[in-house]
């Protein structure tokens, strides 16, 4: 029986022709627990990113899902991450955030594990344990999967999934855009970590192209702080989803004037952009993007916003609560001196009380609690702005359509709805297929 006290039909949770969403996928226990199967255990996530691991031995802990793992760098350089707990009695091993260790020792009856995940030693293994017993059986369980692409560090469950590159697909060159510059990029930390009590799709399905509500949500704050006005008219800006998952950029052709309105600290720290540093060699359009403010999703919890210098993802804890741990996006090259002020900068719209993450925020919550309601959560949600508009684009990955839409969201929702119907990677790309048709 589910949550909400009506068995689930998996095919009428999302209709992605529609472009319309079953109010059960924000509330319901069950469905949830599907999304741990095959969205979770299948997608590729975000786990760390390089520069939080320089040196061998460095650790972070984060999560997938809900599955806590340790991501630790070898001796060989190379990345491994691990399930966060003890194999004797299932103790969570590592109690640190972060850190640098050559192993983990765990706090209940001492067993000892090494970096790559073997166990090392155990308090009184010769008296007691006897012959029967193997160490080399009880290592951590490890991630089956761990990749980076441009120093962003993921792992992914389902050993057979779609190596990293080929999940990213079209998303890779809207990251390359952001991250292949003088120098490089890194995540500055500790991440700054707070709870929000909303489902865990909502966040990132705002992130994947919600224009439409900068105007409503944030119009008096973006007043205050003497922001142009959002002008919604068509040309402005784009937008573009890709085959797996999610919509990746919500682009405002002219909006580097808004970041400088809206943080003009920031403005001042971040080494200038200027399009004809990359035109002649990228072409026009990689150059609008590398100059402006916009934002996008990696499917299913990862998200950035360029411009205002936040990545963030978004852990689920149950269908109606979620972690978000935020990181600011800082280029190498910077001074210490600026990357420190940028953290408070990017704390002062982006934290978790920034003053855009607040109006954000409370959206999120107020759109899943009313889903407690029994004849409430029967609903449809609609996501049809733009539906019909969407277009093939030779200059820009993916389709593609004006910014102010919810052609991201429903491309986001599509494959979201093509993991939950399908058993395993194979259907998951078949039923991917016809992507395109579906949202044009
Ligand atoms: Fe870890 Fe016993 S639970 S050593
Ligand atoms: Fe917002």
Redesign the pocket.
């Known amino acids: 029986m589910s949550r909400g006290g009506f068995v689930v039909n998996i095919a009428d949770l999302v209709d992605a022709e529609a472009g319309t969403q079953n109010r059960r996928i924000f509330w319901d226990r069950d469905v949830y627990e599907l999304e741990l199967e095959r969205v979770f255990g299948r997608c590729w996530l975000f786990l760390a990113h390089e520069s939080q691991l320089a040196k061998a031995g460095d650790y972070v802990v984060t999560k997938m899902a809900e599955d806590e793992v340790i991501v630790w760098r070898q001796e060989d350089g190379s990345i491994k991450a691990f399930l966060n707990q003890c194999r004797h009695r299932g103790m969570r091993l590592c109690q640190a955030e972060a850190g640098n260790a050559r192993s983990h020792a765990c706090i209940y009856h001492g067993w000892q594990f090494a970096a790559d995940g073997s166990l090392k030693t155990v308090p009184l293994e010769q008296s007691v344990y006897g012959p029967r017993f193997d160490k080399r059986q009880w290592g951590l369980r490890e991630v089956p999967r761990v990749e980076s692409y441009k120093g962003f560090v993921f792992g992914c469950m389902d050993p057979d999934a779609p190596t990293l590159p080929d999940y990213l697909g079209d998303e890779k060159w809207y990251i390359d855009i952001w991250t292949d510059i003088p120098g490089g990029i890194e995540l500055l930390g500790p991440p700054a970590r707070s709870i929000v009590h909303t489902n865990w799709k909502l966040p990132p399905e705002?992130f994947v192209g919600?224009v439409y509500?900068?105007g409503m949500?944030?119009g008096s704050i973006l007043k205050v702080l003497g922001a142009p006005v959002v002008d919604f008219k068509s040309g402005m800006g784009m937008q573009a989803t890709s085959r797996y998952g999610s919509g990746h950029a919500a682009q405002f052709s002219h909006h580097s004037s808004m970041r400088d309105q809206i943080s003009p600290e920031l403005a001042d720290m971040v080494p200038p952009r200027r399009v004809e540093d990359v035109a002649p060699e990228k072409g026009e359009a990689y150059a609008n993007l590398y100059t402006s403010m916009w934002d996008g999703t990696i499917f299913p919890n990862c998200s950035y916003l360029i411009g205002l210098n936040v990545f963030k993802v978004w852990h689920p804890i149950g269908p109606d609560k979620i972690e978000v741990v935020s990181w600011v996006i800082a280029e190498k090259r910077m001074s210490e001196e600026a990357k420190r002020r940028m953290k408070i900068s990017v704390n002062r719209t982006f934290g978790m009380a920034g003053i855009?993450e607040g109006?954000?925020m409370d959206?999120f919550e107020h759109s899943t609690q009313p889903n407690q309601g029994y004849f409430t959560r029967q609903g449809t949600l609609n996501a049809q702005l733009g539906h019909g508009l969407a277009r093939l684009d030779p200059d820009y990955p993916g389709v593609v359509s004006d910014m102010v839409s919810e052609l991201s969201i429903r491309g986001y929702y599509r494959f979201y709805a093509d993991c939950l119907k399908s058993k395993n990677w194979q259907e998951i790309q078949h039923n991917s297929e016809n992507w395109k048709e579906q949202l044009l």
Request: aromatic residues 0%; without cysteine.
């Open positions: 705002g919600d509500h900068l949500t944030h855009l109006d954000d959206n």
